[in-house]
């Protein structure tokens, strides 16, 4: 029988992947973390049993996370970047010549040094870009404590249990809304909304008084399975939301580089959100 890696993300259904071969498992000082191959989807990587990114299928992810909320801010200089240790993230907001600094604080060396390893096309030699600062450590102590302020925050969390789980509440929010500069945009991964749609309901909750724009997008990420993944979306600029279709184009077309899943048509179609999350909210 070959034998196989069956993600424990819910307790009574479920995706399982036929492993070609393990490259890596181990248990950090935060988490289990496993890299193996599959045929279909590549190098997959997973986190206390839940599967994080595949080569196959991350630029969906990577792609909606960052260029949703770089193009809407349309001259981000300054980007924080919360967990994102596989440097996908990390790749994608570097395209943009507008980035003149990038701060990333994941709270797992391991996991960056893994991906590093196992998944080189993940950040793409980001890592060595001078515009990079890397920080190991706690993102909501970061957001919390320090006094620099971006324009784009991106939180690219596991789910809300284990490590993750501090990404989801309201201190965290309230950290990255105070270190958002004036039209600065949160943007982060919300669970797939089918599964998951308490933590869409919360997160909105948790955004009331805090964010005059409340919203999310979604993205279709095959291995993210059960439906859209929900991106969350918070603003005090309600007019970033709004922004046609003619204007990202334009803005697309400036910043001059190809992309696989985004482009301006699902950037403006992405908040459209299906009847029952609009009714859940
Ligand atoms: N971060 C999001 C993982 C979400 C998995 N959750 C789920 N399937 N509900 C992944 C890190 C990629 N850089």
Redesign the pocket.
């Known amino acids: 029988m070959a034998k196989r890696f069956t993600e424990t993300?819910y307790s009574t259904y479920g995706q399982s992947y036929i492993i070609e071969e393990v490259l890596f498992e181990n248990r950090t000082e935060h988490q289990h973390l496993i890299i193996f191959k599959n045929k279909e989807f590549g190098n997959v990587m997973a986190l206390d049993g839940?599967?994080?990114?595949t080569e196959r299928d991350?630029f969906i992810?990577?792609e909606m996370l960052t260029h949703v909320p770089m193009f809407a801010h349309g001259h981000a200089k300054r980007v924080l970047i919360i967990?994102?240790g596989?440097g996908?993230?990390l790749r994608e907001v570097l395209r943009h010549k507008t980035v003149e600094h990038v701060t990333m604080v994941e709270i797992d060396a391991a996991v960056v040094e893994m991906c590093k390893e196992y998944f080189p096309e993940h950040s793409a030699g980001a890592f060595d870009d001078p515009r990079v600062e890397l920080v190991i450590a706690d993102g909501v102590d970061f957001v919390v404590n320090n006094q620099a302020k971006f324009d784009v925050i991106i939180s690219?969390?596991?789910?809300p249990e284990g490590p993750g789980e501090v990404l989801f509440t309201s201190r965290f929010y309230q950290g990255c809304k105070n270190s958002l500069n004036e039209n600065g945009i949160l943007a982060t991964?919300n669970?797939?909304s089918f599964?998951?749609l308490d933590e869409v309901k919360t997160t909105y909750k948790r955004f009331d008084g805090l964010f005059k724009d409340r919203w999310f997008y979604a993205a279709p990420v095959p291995t993210?399975?059960?439906g859209i993944m929900t991106l969350s979306w918070g603003t005090d600029n309600p007019e970033l939301r709004k922004i046609p279709e003619s204007v990202i184009q334009q803005r697309y077309e400036t910043a001059g580089f190809k992309t696989r899943y985004y482009n301006p048509a699902l950037h403006v179609g992405a908040f459209a959100l299906p009847q029952y999350v609009v009714d859940a909210l």
């Open positions: 993300l839940i599967v994080q990114t991350e992810y990577h967990g994102g596989d996908g993230i690219d969390s596991t789910d991964q669970g797939v599964m998951q993210y399975v059960g």
